[in-house]
């Protein structure tokens, strides 16, 4: 499997120290790579002198999560990609049941593994835990988490599934269809751009899937704490335009107007829990949307549009 296990950095020697020998330990004959945002401390060095196999992709400035890895993986050149958060323990022999994936259907763009909590490793982890999902409203969830209600693992996800989006803290994907997409929405910078790509691989035709055969054990919350007002400022944002990049016409009319009322709401509700910070977070974010809303609908989906056409068309000829 010709692999490029690619871990993007910011200021983030302490996980490299502890998280990138068990990396390359597990990693059998793929390539390791630190793409760096910009880091002012002294990671390059750490990484130079301790792990020289290790390929280092400096970026010039901290693009975020979704344009660090645009930038640097333009300088890497591999069949598939796993794009690896710097806080994650692999495991042994993690990389064979996604290698098995891959081969048996061309078709799958896109594959998790099971991840569980490093602190607790009984549960699964906010960030993926056994596949992502997504619910009528656009709100995104997981097989083993729902919210704030986490799943012990007691082996109820360890089959092989189609999911609706894999989880960007360990997340292979075939680095043609990545391109073929244009990689992550930059404008993201960080927080749900994983999904949004994953829901333009689906419109696309492509599968998204999970394998509970191969585990990881992710820490969360090192870059940007759970409890962030940025977090909820980006989580907000970003749900609202990649629900008008690939939500279907027919869905967007109504789905839309109802989740920017219903999160108006949502905001009193986090401005109360979290502070008045969260509050204020929630406003910036609909006016952030509002302000990139010409933007957002030229990159929507040709194939949403020819999808439109074609069920009013069945429509039409069900009524002929």
Sequence with gaps: MDLAIVILNWNGKSWLEKFLPNVIEHSD????????????????????????????????????????????LKNIQHEFYCLL???VEVTENWITPVAILFKHDSNIAAIQPKILDYNKKTHFEFAGAGGGLIDNLGFPYCRGRVFENIEKDNGQYNDETEIFWASG???????????????FDARFFAHQEEIDLCWRLKNSNKKIFYTGKSTVYHVGGGTLNKQSPQKTFLNIRNNFSMILKNSPISTLLWLLPFRLVLDAFAGIYFGYQNGISHFWAVIRAHFSFYKQIPETIKLRQKSQISKFYQEKWLVFKNFL
Excluded: L
Excluded at 51 to 56: K, Q, Y
């Design 29 to 72: 004959e793929s390539v390791i790579y630190v793409i760096d945002n910009a880091s002012t401390d002294d990671s390059i060095s750490f990484i130079e002198t301790n792990f020289p196999n290790v390929s280092i992709v400096q970026n010039k400035t901290n693009f975020g999560f979704a344009g660090g890895y645009n930038e640097g």
């Design 85 to 87: 958060n710097s806080d």
């Design 169 to 183: 803290c360990c997340f292979f994907v075939r680095s043609k269809d990545f391109w073929t997409q244009n990689g």
